[in-house]
DNA sequence: GTCCAGGTTCACG
DNA sequence: CGTGAACATGGA
């Protein structure tokens, strides 16, 4: 591998505003992303990819050079105005909070497959469990992406057919427990053509995730997760154990709402950007528990 | 040991 | 139709 400085499309600059890269990679929406020294790793489809922030800018390394870094524009979604997706929130003090505490957080483009298959693993799951899981499944049936010399292997999240070829037991081996039929269940979807997942970018939010939901595994949560994490869906609001919380406690304070009169109050209330209001949501209620950030056990609410 | 985790499904009244 | 238990596994 040759020195990067001497060839072109091997690093790039970004110019960014109201960007966070680590909120935005460590907020709960991928997975695969590996902080180590200021920089942050992953694989993207085929990419070894490598990202650092320096104030207003992002810097990007790859493995191969790129004629084209739109795969990495529409992935961190640089070219979303943010300003313009807050002012169209509703407000409230408690998002307001949110917003204030992690100003920058984004919505990521991920690969739909990667997407579901990430999140049907994620149901009662804590997030670095997860994380681990979805690491064993890319390093013992993906394919190995180019890395840089003297970067450590990286993989490939596995493809639909790999998976599909598998007997449940050998899912079920990599600690998946009940989710692994679903696994199989989506892999075998997909691998045999019967669904297309990027076709549900062109179909309308409840046709999407009507298709989404006769996928075993596959409710209202994990469906509004891929329509919003990767299809593109801005409006689309999961409401997991911890959004419920939220909008129980802010919104609904000594009125007990079941989940789906909040799944119904969520979809009315925050527009087409809904999705934003409930990263924000979601990410400051994770980083306010003492048990998700060892330091400063205080808060700092008004 | 007990409880809970970015839920969904199935059985019961 | 609404409610509660079961489902695997690991960490707090």
Redesign the pocket.
């Known amino acids: 591998m040759v020195c990067a400085e001497t060839h072109p499309g091997l690093q790039q600059r970004f110019r960014v505003e109201d960007y966070d890269l680590a909120a935005t990679l460590d ?3 991928a997975f695969r992303w590996k902080h180590y020294a200021g920089s942050w790793t992953s694989v993207i489809g085929d990419r070894w990819v490598r990202l650092r922030q320096d104030n207003d800018d992002i810097l990007a390394e790859t493995a191969l050079p790129n004629t084209d870094w739109t795969w990495l524009e529409d992935y961190l979604q640089l070219d979303v105005d943010l300003r313009q997706v807050l002012e169209e929130l509703p407000t409230h003090p408690a998002l307001n909070q949110a917003i204030a505490h992690h100003r920058g957080l984004r919505l990521l483009r991920q690969e739909p497959w990667e997407c579901l298959i990430s ?1 049907i693993l ?9 994380k ?1 899981i979805v690491e064993q499944l890319c390093l013992q049936l993906g394919d190995c992406a180019i890395t840089p010399a003297g970067q450590p292997k990286a993989h490939c999240f596995p493809t639909a057919s790999r998976i599909a070829a598998l007997q449940e037991a050998e899912l ?1 081996a990599m ?4 989710r692994a039929p679903y696994i199989l269940a989506a892999a075998e979807a997909i691998a045999s053509g019967r669904l297309n997942l990027n076709d549900l970018k062109h179909v309308s939010l409840a046709e999407a995730r009507a298709t989404l ?1 006769v ?9 509004d ?1 891929v329509l919003l ?1 990767s299809l593109g869906f801005t409006e689309a609001f ?6 419920m919380r939220a909008l129980q406690s802010a919104w609904f304070p000594g009125k007990a709402m ?1 989940l789906p009169a909040l799944v119904a109050f969520s979809e009315s209330h925050f527009g087409r950007y809904g999705g934003y209001a ?2 924000y949501l ?2 400051h209620a ?1 980083t306010a528990s003492s ?1 998700f950030q060892k330091k400063s056990p205080h808060e700092d609410q008004g």
């Open positions: 907020s709960g929406q999140f994620s149901s009662t799951k804590q997030i670095p469990h997860i681990q079920r600690r998946m427990g009940f939901m996928l075993p595994g596959v409710g209202r949560k994990i469906a997760c994490f999961p409401v997991d154990v911890w959004v079941k409930q990263q979601f990410h994770r048990r």
